[in-house]
């Protein structure tokens, strides 16, 4: 690493042991994450598609093409984050007959409380097949793998 001291301990059986913080800090892994971080981490979610969701909250059953005006993308990207959003559960997608014929897909964002219990739901799923490769790391330790 960087050349820094780290507080070493030693265990009942002679080896040295870092502190948990100093483990997760090693591992590149924030101990206190950004919510940024954390909605990368749990549903993949990327910028734009961040900004297309905060965009909605304020204009509910908009277009592609006002959102793309809206956020300042073109519509082929704008279009890419909001199937993204639909297919994460964030955003609902509406198909609306024009009077003129032909139709239009409307998108809305599902309120924030809602995506907090679903970040909440998402984050305890990955926690516990996260812990679950933990216990395999272990097991696979104590068979010699």
Sequence with gaps: MSGATHDVRTDRTGSSARTAD???SELGVGIDPTLDEVVT???DLRGHERASYHALLDRPGSTTGELAAVVGRDRSNVNRSLTALVEKGLVTRHRRVLE???H???YTAKPPEAVRLLLHAALE???????DRVDEFVTRADEGN
């Design 41 to 43: 981490a749990v549903l």
């Design 22 to 24: 100093e483990g997760v």
């Design 125 to 131: 799923e990955w926690a516990r097949a996260a812990h």
């Design 104 to 106: 239009v897909y409307q």
């Design 100 to 102: 003129v014929g032909g």
